[in-house]
């Protein structure tokens, strides 16, 4: 079993709009605004393994969402961040879908319409 080591990765930011719903990443210190409001950051605060449920197939990562995704209390993306760059996927409330990653090590983050933020280490 591989894993990475998180210390060693980049740092991204994410930005929820609540207006809109748009999804902003970046990899440094940066002032974003969306539909004339400026964004705070979303707060990945800790680990969690109770709303993702992972599966690993040849190059592939299956993700299960166990969250129950209603238009108050959705997950509004999950990302796959790698040590060199980051893959979004954007949800939308009462879409219970599966997705599917590149089989990489690193971590899935993934917001809710909150502004909570979780992540789960991802190993091979």
């Given at each position: 079993?591989?894993?990475?080591?998180?210390?060693?990765?980049?740092?991204?930011?994410?930005?929820v709009c609540p207006d809109c719903g748009s999804v902003t990443v970046s990899s440094?210190?940066?002032?974003?605004?969306?539909?004339?409001?400026?964004?705070?950051?979303?707060?990945?605060?800790?680990?969690?393994?109770?709303?993702?449920?992972?599966?690993?197939?040849?190059?592939?990562?299956?993700?299960?969402?166990n969250h129950p995704m209603t238009k108050d209390d959705y997950i509004t993306f999950?990302?796959?961040?790698?040590?060199?760059?980051?893959?979004?996927?954007?949800?939308?409330?009462e879409w219970n879908e599966s997705l599917i990653f590149p089989k990489r090590r690193?971590?899935?983050?993934?917001?809710?319409?909150?502004?909570?933020?979780?992540?789960?280490?991802?190993?091979?």
């Amino acid at each position: 079993m591989l894993s990475v080591d998180l210390k060693d990765m980049k740092t991204f930011s994410y930005f929820v709009c609540p207006d809109c719903g748009s999804v902003t990443v970046s990899s440094s210190s940066v002032s974003v605004s969306c539909c004339s409001k400026s964004l705070k950051p979303c707060l990945i605060s800790s680990e969690d393994s109770s709303s993702l449920a992972l599966k690993v197939e040849d190059d592939e990562l299956f993700v299960s969402i166990n969250h129950p995704m209603t238009k108050d209390d959705y997950i509004t993306f999950v990302a796959l961040e790698t040590y060199d760059g980051v893959i979004l996927r954007k949800l939308y409330p009462e879409w219970n879908e599966s997705l599917i990653f590149p089989k990489r090590r690193g971590r899935l983050v993934w917001g809710l319409s909150s502004g909570e933020g979780y992540y789960l280490k991802v190993s091979m």
